[in-house]
T-cell receptor
Framework: KQEVTQIPAALSVPEGENLVLNCSFT??????LQWFRQDPGKGLTSLLL?????REQTSGRLNASLDKSSGRSTLYIAASQPGDSATYLC?????????FGKGNQVVVIP | SQTIHQWPATLVQPVGSPLSLECTVE??????LYWYRQAAGRGLQLLFY??????ISSEVPQNLSASRPQDRQFILSSKKLLLSDSGFYLC?????????????FGEGSRLTVL
């Protein structure tokens, strides 16, 4: 059974710093990995999708990397802004299943 | 472009009352549809999954049921709510088969059972 871990559960950074969020998974036989953003009381917004054959994906200030062999993905957010404050979740698909981490709750301090 | 709508956004119901949450997808056809529940500190739990009209797979035995009366409509129901049914319910869709495609979520429905 795939297990997805996101540590730390919560973190605060000053505005302007780069954010680094980690996602680890136990089964490297994955189909893809997806990063989401969730604002309080809202649904999940898809940020980036990395296929298993890819090493990274970029969108604006966001960059996500994938290392299947070590079971890790990292989401980088450059030059963080207060508007980046949210919970970030990763989800790993494989074996006809999708497993979610519990998220990293991020606060960017102005 | 594709959009997903969920309603109601907030619902407060007494124990033993019925439930109906609705979800519709626009701008695509034959999507995979999902109902998730999100509880504080417990992450997302897949409740139901559908690949087509009338085709529902249940992930967790529970007090809830789902139906797909139309291609882009997914309904979550209960005949008698329990306190433990309180939570944040999320509808999602994907294009790809096998529950491995990119997921797109609705805005969620907050259910409080009193």
């Amino acid at each position: 059974k795939q297990e997805v871990t996101q540590i730390p559960a919560a973190l605060s950074v000053p505005e302007g710093e780069n954010l680094v969020l980690n996602c680890s998974f136990t089964d490297s036989a994955i189909y893809n990995l997806q990063w989401f953003r969730q604002d309080p009381g809202k649904g999940l917004t898809s940020l980036l999708l990395i296929q298993s054959s890819q090493r990274e994906q970029t969108s604006g200030r966001l960059n996500a990397s994938l290392d299947k062999s070590s079971g890790r993905s990292t989401l980088y957010i450059a030059a963080s802004q207060p508007g980046d404050s949210a919970t970030y979740l990763c989800a790993v698909s494989g074996n006809n299943r999708l497993a979610f981490g519990k998220g990293n709750q991020v606060v960017v301090i102005p | 472009s594709q959009t997903i709508h969920q309603w109601p956004a907030t619902l407060v119901q007494p124990v033993g009352s019925p439930l109906s949450l609705e979800c519709t997808v626009e701008g695509t056809s034959n999507p995979n549809l999902y109902w998730y529940r999100q509880a504080a500190g417990r992450g997302l739990q897949l409740l139901f999954y559908s690949v087509g009209i009338g085709q529902i797979s249940s992930e967790v035995p529970q007090n809830l049921s789902a139906s797909r009366p139309q291609d882009r409509q997914f309904i979550l129901s209960s005949k008698k709510l329990l306190l433990s049914d309180s939570g944040f319910y999320l509808c999602a869709w994907s294009r790809d088969r096998g529950r491995t495609g990119e997921l797109f979520f609705g805005e969620g429905s907050r259910l409080t059972v009193l």
